[in-house]
């Protein structure tokens, strides 16, 4: 961002969710910004990451219980 050469220069990123800008203040001041400018691509991610991590924490309960249950039925033989 600071490396070009303009002055105002707007950068969008995490699928057009979240923003930084510079803004020349004064001559020899470069001001910045950061925000959020459409919550939307950002709700998606935390529900599709969420989904994700329970998914994942459900399997590995489930292992848990099928590994237990092979140990019992190997010490019951």
């Known amino acids: 961002m600071f490396s070009t050469d303009e002055d105002n220069i707007r950068k969008e990123g995490l699928f057009g969710s ?7 203040v ?10 959020v400018d459409n919550p939307v691509g950002l ?3 935390f529900v599709v990451l ?3 991590v329970t998914l994942t924490q459900l399997a590995f309960h489930s292992l848990k ?6 140990i019992r039925e190997r010490s019951h033989s």
């Open 18 to 24: 979240v923003f930084f800008e510079t803004r020349e």
């Open 26 to 35: 004064r001559e020899g001041v470069v001001g910045s910004s950061m925000g």
């Open 43 to 45: 709700v998606v991610l």
């Open 50 to 52: 969420f989904g994700l």
């Open 65 to 70: 219980a099928y590994r237990a249950d092979l």
